[in-house]
């Protein structure tokens, strides 16, 4: 009898962690594993389209990010714009559908129009979903949501279906998987509402070592679990 107790994951969340120490292990500036850390994201977008995965959401950029020195905000920000050149050019060829996730506050208008423009002309692509969680706060995700419901004017109290749906992608599906690597295992503030049943996977593995393989391995082990919510 098989083992496999889930179908392979629709929705695969990442936090992307361990750039900084990636580099220091190899006594490199931190921006040396950000970039190493863009490749890492590069891989992964292609394993999980390969594996057949349709929504991908990735967290780039917290809220809280900010709050590191401007020196390595500046270089967060310059690798975001590269990227975005980067899947302007590319994300036809892989049939990539780009969405952003996040406030647009502090966020310059170069980058803005960039996210804008990648988003508008992959909307039509029919592979895998590429969710960039980009000064991305899910507290802020939410106080945004409910703001959104109220100024609705509603009629009636608030429910469950009100508040999904005025997320910001409130037609992606709630992942059923979320990795973190680095070895740390707490949320950082990403998709608290979302992953309320979502099965956790940590790995010690730094992002920029992340590839294909990992991700393999976590997805084996989620379609090992037993998931119940709430029931027996
Ligand atoms: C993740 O790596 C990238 C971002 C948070 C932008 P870190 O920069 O957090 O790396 P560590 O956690 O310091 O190793
Ligand atoms: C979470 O990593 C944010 C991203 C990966 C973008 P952090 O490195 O910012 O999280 P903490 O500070 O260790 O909780
Ligand atoms: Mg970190």
Redesign the pocket.
Same mark, same amino acid.
């Given at each position: 009898m098989s083992d496999l107790l889930n179908p392979p994951p629709q929705h695969v969340a990442i936090i992307?962690? =361990? +750039? =900084? /120490? @990636?580099a220091q292990r190899r006594a490199l500036p /931190?921006s040396a =594993?950000?970039r190493e =850390?863009a490749a890492a994201v590069r891989r992964t977008i292609e394993a999980a389209a390969k594996m057949g995965t349709r929504y991908l959401t990735l967290y780039?950029? #917290?809220t809280e +990010?900010w709050s590191r020195p401007p020196e390595e905000t500046d270089t967060?920000m310059d690798l975001l714009e590269k990227t975005l050149d980067e899947y302007q050019q590319n994300a036809d060829k892989q049939d990539l559908r780009i969405l952003i996730s996040g406030s647009r506050d502090k966020l310059n208008a170069r980058i803005l129009a960039k996210m804008d423009r990648l988003v508008r002309s992959t909307a039509q692509n029919k592979g895998l979903t590429v969710n960039l969680a980009l000064n991305y706060g899910a507290r802020q995700e939410l106080v945004a949501a409910v703001n959104r419901w109220l100024a609705t004017r509603p009629a009636q109290p608030c429910t469950l279906q009100d508040l999904a749906a005025h997320l910001y992608q409130p037609q992606l599906p709630d992942p059923e998987l979320l990795i973190r690597t #680095?070895g740390e295992q707490r949320l950082s503030n990403f998709l608290l509402w979302q992953c309320a049943y979502s099965e956790l996977y940590f790995t010690p593995v730094l @992002?920029p070592d992340f590839n294909g393989q990992e991700l393999q391995k976590a997805v084996l082990d989620y379609r090992r679990r037993q998931r119940r919510f709430g029931g027996i």
């Amino acid at each position: 009898m098989s083992d496999l107790l889930n179908p392979p994951p629709q929705h695969v969340a990442i936090i992307m962690d =361990g +750039n =900084g /120490r @990636w580099a220091q292990r190899r006594a490199l500036p /931190r921006s040396a =594993g950000h970039r190493e =850390g863009a490749a890492a994201v590069r891989r992964t977008i292609e394993a999980a389209a390969k594996m057949g995965t349709r929504y991908l959401t990735l967290y780039a950029f #917290s809220t809280e +990010n900010w709050s590191r020195p401007p020196e390595e905000t500046d270089t967060l920000m310059d690798l975001l714009e590269k990227t975005l050149d980067e899947y302007q050019q590319n994300a036809d060829k892989q049939d990539l559908r780009i969405l952003i996730s996040g406030s647009r506050d502090k966020l310059n208008a170069r980058i803005l129009a960039k996210m804008d423009r990648l988003v508008r002309s992959t909307a039509q692509n029919k592979g895998l979903t590429v969710n960039l969680a980009l000064n991305y706060g899910a507290r802020q995700e939410l106080v945004a949501a409910v703001n959104r419901w109220l100024a609705t004017r509603p009629a009636q109290p608030c429910t469950l279906q009100d508040l999904a749906a005025h997320l910001y992608q409130p037609q992606l599906p709630d992942p059923e998987l979320l990795i973190r690597t #680095s070895g740390e295992q707490r949320l950082s503030n990403f998709l608290l509402w979302q992953c309320a049943y979502s099965e956790l996977y940590f790995t010690p593995v730094l @992002w920029p070592d992340f590839n294909g393989q990992e991700l393999q391995k976590a997805v084996l082990d989620y379609r090992r679990r037993q998931r119940r919510f709430g029931g027996i």
